[in-house]
């Protein structure tokens, strides 16, 4: 059964200390272990409501907006039975999220995702109403789901959007160097993940912006490539710059336009750009560009920085 406990005072002044102590006051747990569930309540306040559950022994949460509550596992009491280790000044929780093959850009998750193997990851709890999940095929389904015990709700994990630009500027290509992980210090095409609200050739133009400080206008849909491996999914545009005006922006220490001839093979970031810089030349000594499509495979276990260890499947083009 729950109950929930009010703790008055403004959350942005409440501090890890003056929590504890009207949790002390007011909260008296049984010697089973509980875990207490968070929810933010209004602007001055919020909160606690306390549920018999077996708790986990580490949690991982998002850090962005959510309206969901967050489950916090409450597996450290004193001798008298109360909850005396929880911290939430700032509410700044730990945020983990799988590394991608391709851009670095974080990525809105309100539920704990673990990667494993291949594209099958674990939610441990509900994003719904925050209660533990269990592993099971649903009736009417064929996969398995990761299912809430409390609401019966089924997390469904989807792939990630992709979407960048392939600039040509007088015969060359703009690239631009990686200054974060993963494959700091190796060259890459403007891309990164498709925010809500946003077109996917939206998307090519702003990562464009952020990474080159480039204006550019979208010619035609090049590339859409599947990494089921890894649960991601590149669209590329052609492109060309408004003015020949580009330099690094936050997430990159440098941007150059390279020939066809002297473009950086052995130092890509990532095999998605590899392959599609191989189509784009191959297009060009043709004559003419086309769209592709294809699926890289992605050999199980190997590192985004193994950009050979792939083959190109199901290869269509118009």
Known sequence: MLK??????SCSSASSSGLVASLSQRLKLKKKKKAILLHPSCACGFSLISRTSIAPKTISLSSRKSTSP????????????????????????????????????????????????????????????????????????????????????????NPKMVVGCLIEHE????????????????????????????????????????????????????????????????IIFLAKLRRPHFSPGQESSECRLFALDDIPFDSLAFSSMLVTLKLYIEDRQVGRPKFHYGIINKRPGTSPSEIYAYTLDDHMKS
């Open 171 to 234: 015969d060359k290509i703009l690239l631009c160097r990686r200054k974060i992980q993963p494959s700091y210090g190796l060259w890459t095409l403007p891309a990164g993940y498709m925010e809500m609200g946003e077109s996917a050739a939206d998307g090519a133009t702003r990562e464009t912006w952020e990474e080159a400080n480039a204006e550019v206008d979208i010619l035609s849909p090049f590339a859409q490539l599947d990494i089921p491996l890894i649960g991601q999914t590149y």
């Open 70 to 157: 967050f489950l916090l596992p409450a597996h450290k009491y004193n001798q008298k039975g109360y909850f005396c280790n929880f911290r939430v000044s700032g509410m700044s929780l730990a945020h983990n999220e799988s590394p991608p093959d391709g851009p670095s850009s974080s990525s809105p998750s309100s539920v704990t995702i673990h990667s494993s193997t291949g594209s099958t990851r674990k939610i441990n709890f509900c994003q719904s109403c925050g209660g533990p999940t269990k592993h099971e095929i649903p009736n009417g389904e064929e996969k398995m789901r990761e299912v809430c015990t409390v609401c019966g709700k089924i997390a469904y994990v």
């Open 4 to 9: 929930a406990v009010p703790i008055l005072g």
